[in-house]
């Protein structure tokens, strides 16, 4: 698909063709010449490796170096629906992981997140969008889980670049909160420690802190801090797992095939 790249310029070139205030005919046109664009397109997945499948889920790694145009474009798409989106052309420091579902048309678009190829503070997510249609399906908590599953085998703990959206803060932290629940209903020990919480599930322990002070489970005792297990909100956490009708929808760690690029 083509699309008109303009550098130097404050209008974005996707939106451009799309909106006018003194002429609403263009939409009418723009309709017309995307679906003039869509029967010359011969790609049916995104561009990139696919490095998971399972069943009708592919999850795609696009380099943003070797991929620019299309990377910019997604970057474009997410501006329509994040009012905090900035990246818009300098694509090439990030790789995008994109989430599709296959039918027998081709892989569609559920969402994606970028990652920076080399995080100081380690970040595993820069950006991160479900599409609209894709919504309140469990896909967001996918993408999510997706992320930390690359720092796991990464060796790394992750973090989301701040700021978050306030939907993604909410998101975020539902994640955390079904994390950490699911860590102390498995736990056998004795003694709980955040520095092996974070291990184990790669989450930050700045964000396992917060989480935990949240659902009112850490509690500061002769000097140091202690993990209470609440088993009422352990108890609420199955029972509505029980019910989910979108719980099938999961990661699967087996389906991955993948080893962190070097040298990108």
Known sequence: MEHRQTYGNTREPLLENLTSEYDLDLFRRAQARASEDLAKCVWKHPPGDEIYRKGSISVFEVDGK???IYCQNLCLLAKL???HKTLYYDV???LFYVMTEADNTGCHLIGYFSKEKNSFLNYNVSCILTMPQYMRQGYGKMLIDFSYLLSKVEEKVGSPERPLSDLGLISYRSYWKEVLLRYLHNFQGKEISIKEISQETAVNPVDIVSTLQALQMLKYWKGKHLVLKRQDLIDEWIAKEAKRS?????MDPSCLKWTPPKGT
């Open 246 to 250: 979108n719980s099938n929808k999961t």
């Open 92 to 94: 090439e420091p990030f």
């Open 81 to 83: 629906f994040l009012d």
């Open 66 to 68: 070797k991929n620019k």
